[in-house]
Every structure is written in structure tokens, then in C-alpha cells.
């Protein structure tokens, strides 16, 4: 079952489960972003859309996914 929500000016975040929220949150939440050394292609987080990777967006995502966190449990 998939997670989603509306948010930053209509589009929709999504996730799979509480790991892959982790995940998002993880990355979102990160003030410095580095890339690691993946053997064999790209990550999940580099294959994020950039409204997702816009610090603009950081603060209305955490609370979305922090909203879609809490209605798992």
C-alpha cells in the first residue's frame, strides 16, 4: 500500500512503507547531501524529482512526512 499525500503546490509525495519514509526523511531532512559510492547505477534519492531535492521544499515535505509517519501507526 502506498503512502501519499499532496504538498509544494500540488504535487504528490508518495511512499511504499515506514522505511521508505525513513528514507525520504533521511535525505530531506539532510543539510549537507553527499553522494555515495553506488557500484552499479544511480541511488533511490538520485532519482528523486527536484521539487523534492529544492531546499524550498524541505520544511513543508518534513511535515508531510511526518503527518503520513504518525497515520501508520
Same mark, same amino acid.
Given at each position: ?15 511504499? !512503507?515506514?522505511?521508505?519514509?525513513? &528514507?525520504? +526523511?533521511?535525505? &530531506? ?20 524529482? !527536484?521539487? &523534492?531535492?529544492?531546499?524550498? !521544499? ?6 508531510? &512526512?511526518?503527518?503520513? +509517519?504518525?497515520?501508520?501507526?
Amino acid at each position: 500500500m502506498w503512502l501519499k499525500a499532496q504538498c509544494c503546490g500540488g504535487h504528490t509525495l508518495w511512499a511504499f !512503507n515506514r522505511t521508505h519514509l525513513d &528514507i525520504l +526523511s533521511g535525505y &530531506i531532512g539532510a543539510r549537507l547531501r553527499e553522494r555515495g559510492a553506488e557500484p552499479g547505477g544511480m541511488t533511490l534519492v538520485a532519482r528523486l524529482p !527536484n521539487w &523534492i531535492k529544492a531546499a524550498d !521544499n524541505r520544511d513543508e515535505l518534513l511535515r508531510v &512526512i511526518s503527518r503520513l +509517519s504518525a497515520s501508520i501507526d
